[in-house]
DNA sequence: AAAATAGTGTCTGTAAGACAATATTGT
DNA sequence: ACAATATTGTCTTACAGACACTATTTT
């Protein structure tokens, strides 16, 4: 929550080269990283499910060894949602169903260690959420690469000198974006698979918001809405009553494609 | 918290996909636009405020003569939002109070009018809110450049071909942007001087949200709001009772310079 | 039977919207 | 006095949140 004035606004205030360091007049250079969420149980909270996304350690200087999110350079022939979808599975072997653009970021710091005639990057930064299923395959198995790791979201970097660049700030505004769109927007239902049980729904929201939800107004609020249908079936095989299954029949704010931003719900 | 579920904002229709070309292998390079919001006193509404964009005519092709954005390359020694800032300055005269990033537009077919050989661009694009005293004295007046000049948001460019590039659907995303946000955040002050009656600041709500408010009811929510403050004085000079004048004491959700959590609900 | 989770019903406080009623000014 | 706007009050409805209660399964 940044909050500001009224009268006079606080302004950044250097007119165009007023602080001029010496540094490489190349024009910026463009970049796509992106912040991928899975939901995955956590050891450290009593096996409840919490935020993780994977991270790739750096084999090169500047922060060598650190770990940063998964991008690459924008090549010349593709959008840049396209590009976000190359590197990711590239990088993480991931293909996401839900991805959206988060924000530019371009100050002229974002490397806090810059480098003596190093070109400045523009990244453009995605954010997508996939299923805990489809993280398991793709990355952190036997056969994974071991430079590629899924991180706590909220930790991740932590006592490791923090993630590379202006990495943990991205990764926190991605965390406050996943957690009000969640609010509004039909994104719960991009962790889950086609069916669900209203526990495990709870459950999303409950990861992704970090509080507990009454279970009755929960459900009393699902069922209110038209697009959550219930099916002929039950979970079987808990510990006690099996509670039925449910399906998720509307729009599935998949991927909004460019400017709409998003989750819309016709 | 408020509802969890279904409710979200009714959004622009995505995009069109990409459609590529033989273009050039260049890099691509980086433009920074802006969307400068102003309320307006409209004469095809009947007087009411509508709002208003300042756009420049293109001088060079593609869309040579047509409306454009105010922008410009991005340079080497400046932030994104220090670019908008300036260009901003430099096309209109103007420096908003509120600005805030947009969006990156990078599709492929960006220029409905490709050019041979052209380079790929990728815009980042801020969007500004100014007041209409500013507004009146940097542009379209008598010793104004007639290669800017002032439209109605919802129809620039119509009937004369367009908007130049994608540019009317930059403008349609930043309109319902402003109308969403202006909903949850303390945007509207941006429009309005240190004091205001509270009809003068529920005529910004109508005129952006383009409906009519109970007055009443408007009045009674922003007595809830602790941040409103009324003054001792009253604006004189009506045509009937003189009401009262009104502060806004609170932030205001200004110019969210980073992505952090920029914008707050209240 | 007990435990545990699934699922229903009810009450309360808050807030939005509709709209009637009153207050205060200029003409 | 009248018109026009400012300002206050009242009623209704919707809904979130708290929470008691019932239902159905496993152990």
């Known amino acids: 929550m940044s909050q500001i004035f009224f009268g006079a606004p606080p302004r950044p205030s250097a007119p165009a080269g007023a602080n001029v360091s010496e540094r490489a007049q190349l024009p910026p250079s463009l970049a796509i990283s992106t912040v991928i969420f899975a939901l995955k149980p956590d050891p450290l909270a009593n096996g409840a499910p919490t935020l993780w996304l994977p991270l790739v350690r750096r084999i090169k200087e500047p922060f060598r ?23 990711l599975l590239e ?3 991931l293909a996401p ?9 371009g100050g002229l710091n974002r490397s806090s260690r810059p480098e003596r005639g190093s070109q400045r990057v523009v990244s453009i930064v995605y954010w997508a ?15 994974g690469d071991e430079n590629v790791a899924w991180h706590r979201a909220d ?14 700030e991205i990764v926190d505004y991605a965390l406050w974006r996943v957690r009000t769109k969640i609010e509004y927007a039909q ?54 009553r099996p509670p ?11 991927t909004p494609g460019g400017p709409g931003p998003g989750s819309t719900q016709s």
Chains 1, 2 share one sequence.
């Open 187 to 240: 994104i719960a239902y991009h962790f889950l698979g086609p069916t669900f049980t209203l526990a495990q729904l709870r459950e999303v929201y409950e990861a992704v918001l970090g509080r507990s939800l009454d279970p009755a107004n929960f459900r009393r609020q699902l069922k209110s809405a038209p697009q959550i249908e219930a099916t002929d079936e039950f979970l079987e095989g808990g510990r006690h």
């Open 155 to 168: 930790t991740a970097g932590a006592g490791e000198g923090g993630l590379a660049f202006d990495h943990r």
């Open 129 to 143: 959420l996939v299923r805990a299923t489809e993280a398991q395959l793709s990355v952190g198995g036997e056969g």
């Open 91 to 93: 990088t993480t072997g």
């Open 244 to 254: 039925r299954l449910y399906r998720y029949t509307g729009p599935l704010d998949a």
């Open 97 to 105: 169903a839900y991805l959206e653009q988060l924000y530019a970021f």
């Open 65 to 87: 060894g650190q770990w940063a999110l998964p991008g690459g350079p924008l090549t010349a022939e593709e959008s840049l949602e396209d590009a976000a979808r190359r590197n």
